[in-house]
């Protein structure tokens, strides 16, 4: 989900995380994330870290996962969700920022089977004033939480910038509960659906 980042940040350093050694764990059809995104800039700038949320819904029978980014851009909320089409070990991609669609694909590289610690992607914009631009990415999984490391390039091949994502692994009630003050606080608007469609509260309505 980089390009979205991208378009909403004031982000901050990314910090050191040691991969040198990551356990297995047996994963939840369901978890849910909270923590920061940061990011540094080609030239070298650091931004301040933003509040990140995921979700993660494992449907195996539907031979998919599904991710919910909902990420702070100050004075709005930016709310994505990723589809992660699978077949064996590898899986397609498609989903939709402030900038575009994008499309790409990956692989599983480690964990069991629906029970994955560790994938890569690559995605790029189909078409657009973006076209070309490129993401690659790496996530895990570990006791502790949820965790990716991303760059992105412009069409030309050129860094962009380079994203750090750090999460805490959280009850879904309480992951809930910061979306919704998130989207109070900065867009004036609770989501309505878990699928992450929203609405603006009125004085007569408030939350659904």
């Known amino acids: 989900m980089f390009f979205l980042l991208l378009g909403a940040c004031s982000f901050g350093p990314p910090t050191?995380?040691?991969?040198?050694?990551?356990?297995?764990?047996?994963?939840?059809?369901?978890?849910?994330?909270?923590?920061?995104?940061?990011?540094?800039?080609?030239?070298?700038?650091?931004?301040?870290?933003?509040?990140?949320?995921?979700?993660?819904?494992?449907?195996?029978?539907a031979g998919r996962i599904v991710e919910r980014a909902v990420t702070d851009a100050?004075?709005?909320?930016?709310?994505?969700?990723?589809?992660?089409?699978?077949t064996d070990d590898q899986f397609?991609?498609?989903?939709?920022?402030?900038?575009?669609?994008l499309v790409g694909a990956g692989r599983f590289t480690e964990g069991a089977p629906w029970s994955w610690t560790k994938w890569e992607w690559s995605v790029a914009y189909d078409g657009g004033p973006y076209v070309g631009a490129v993401s690659e990415a790496s996530?895990?999984?570990?006791?502790?939480?949820?965790?990716?490391?991303?760059?992105?390039?412009?069409?030309?091949?050129?860094?962009?910038?380079?994203?750090?994502?750090?999460?805490?692994?959280?009850a879904r009630t309480d992951w809930e509960a910061r979306v919704e003050k998130l989207f109070v606080?900065?867009?004036?608007?609770?989501?309505?659906?878990?699928s992450g469609a929203r609405t603006t509260p009125s004085t007569k309505q408030g939350r659904r």
Not at 19 to 31: C, W
Not at 185 to 194: I, K
């Open 16 to 61: 050191a995380t040691d991969r040198s050694a990551v356990p297995a764990v047996s994963l939840p059809d369901e978890s849910y994330f909270a923590g920061e995104v940061r990011l540094t800039t080609a030239a070298g700038k650091e931004l301040p870290a933003r509040t990140y949320l995921l979700s993660r819904s494992v449907e195996e029978q």
């Open 139 to 170: 996530a895990w999984i570990d006791e502790a939480g949820w965790h990716a490391i991303q760059t992105g390039k412009d069409a030309d091949g050129d860094l962009l910038a380079t994203i750090t994502v750090d999460l805490l692994s959280i």
């Open 185 to 194: 606080e900065r867009a004036g608007a609770v989501p309505s659906t878990p």
């Open 74 to 86: 100050v004075t709005a909320v930016h709310d994505t969700t990723m589809v992660q089409q699978v």
């Open 92 to 101: 397609t991609v498609t989903y939709t920022d402030d900038m575009g669609v």
